[in-house]
């Protein structure tokens, strides 16, 4: 059985902050890299933030000194926290567990909206 359970989305002011989490299972959250995807409605599916089996991080640009993305292997979870959100966040995040060259597993999705 391989669980993946995230949790933290909401809403949220413009300037504001929320805290995203994802589980995994032991069996196999230290064999992937992680990541954190996006998808706002009629746009494609957006690579917002990995985390490496190592701890070493990529951000893309619209995200970048906003976002922070970790990983904390004793409790194999990965973390995405989002200060100073603006509108155009929103979105449905999605966490990932990564090979090499393709997405492993994917979580269910947990909704982020800003809006004032």
């Known amino acids: 059985q391989v669980q993946i359970v995230e949790s933290g989305g909401g809403l949220v002011q413009p300037g504001g902050s929320l805290r995203l989490s994802c589980a995994a299972s032991?069996?196999?959250?230290?064999?992937?890299?992680m990541a954190w995807y996006r998808q706002a409605p009629g746009k494609q599916r957006e690579l917002v933030a990995t985390a490496t089996r190592g701890g070493d991080t990529n951000y893309v640009d619209s995200v970048r000194g906003r976002f922070t993305i970790w990983r904390d292997n004793a409790k194999t979870t990965v973390y995405l926290q989002m200060n100073s959100l603006k509108p155009e966040d929103t979105a449905v995040y999605y966490c990932?567990?990564?090979?090499?060259?393709?997405?492993?597993?994917w979580g269910q999705g947990t909704q982020v909206t800003v809006s004032s």
């Open positions: 032991r069996s196999i959250f230290n064999l992937y890299n």
């Open positions: 990932a567990l990564l090979t090499t060259t393709n997405v492993a597993y």
